[in-house]
C-alpha cells in the first residue's frame, strides 16, 4: 500500500497519526506498545510532533517501549546518532519510562554489541518471534534500509535477528535488525521524502533488480502490514493517483 502525501509536513502529520492509532491499538489488544524507530532526517518531524499536542496525550507513552531498527557505532552524543536524535526530538519530552528505551549500545565490539541487542529482544519477546506492532523505516538512495546495505552478508542472515555491518561508505560499523526479524513485525512503514529519492522509490516499488542490489525489496512483513507513506516529490515518477 502507498500513501501519497503532499508534502514532509503533510507526511510527517500523517505518520504521527498512523504512530498514535498503532499505539492505542496495541495496548487496547495486548497492554502495550512496542516500535522499532528509524534513524535518518526523514522521521524528525514526525518525531518532534509526537512529541506537541495532540500526540502527547493521545499516545500511551506509559506503556510504550522504544526499540531501534539501527544504529551507527559512534559515542552516544556523537550528531551521528539515531538514539541521539530521537532523545533529542522526541524522547526528552514525553513520558515513555527510562527502562522501556532500549537504545543499540555498540561500546563492545559490533558482534558483542549486537549478540547482546538480540539477547534483549529475545528476552523481551519471551521466547517467541520479534513481533514489533510496528517498525519505522527510512530508505537510503542507494536502496538500503536500516542498515541493511547493498551487497552486505547480513542481507542473507536468516538466523539472527541483531547483525553487524561494515558501511564502507561511511567507514563505520553499524548494528542492524536484521530483514528476517523486520519481517516478523505487525505493521512495517517506510517514510520517504523529496526528489532525490523518487528514482530509487520506482525502482524498489517497480524495478525487477535482485533485492541484495536494493535492501529495501527484502523487506516483506511475512504476515504483517507494509505501508509506503511518502510525499508526492518522492512519488513523482510513479503512476499512482494522489490522496
Ligand atoms: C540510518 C537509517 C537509514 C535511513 C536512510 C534514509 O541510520 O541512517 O536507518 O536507513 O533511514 O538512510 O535516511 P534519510 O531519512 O536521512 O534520507
Redesign the pocket.
Known sequence: MIRICHDLEALSLAAAELFAAEACQAVRVHGRFTVAL??????RRMYELLAREPFIEQVPWQSTHIFW????CVPADDPRN?ALMTRQTLLDHVPVPPGQIHPMVCNSSPLEAAVEYEALLRSFFAGGRPRFDLVL????ENG????LFPGTSVLDDQQHWVGEVYVVEEGLQ?LTLTAAAINQAALIVF?VSGHG?APILREVLKGTQDPHSIPARMVKPVDGGLLWMVDRHAACLLRQRKE
Open positions: 528509524s534513524g535518518g532526517s526523514t522521521p531498527g539501527d544504529e551507527r539515531n523505516l527510512g530508505l537510503g538500503h534500509t536500516a542498515s553499524r517514510l529519492k
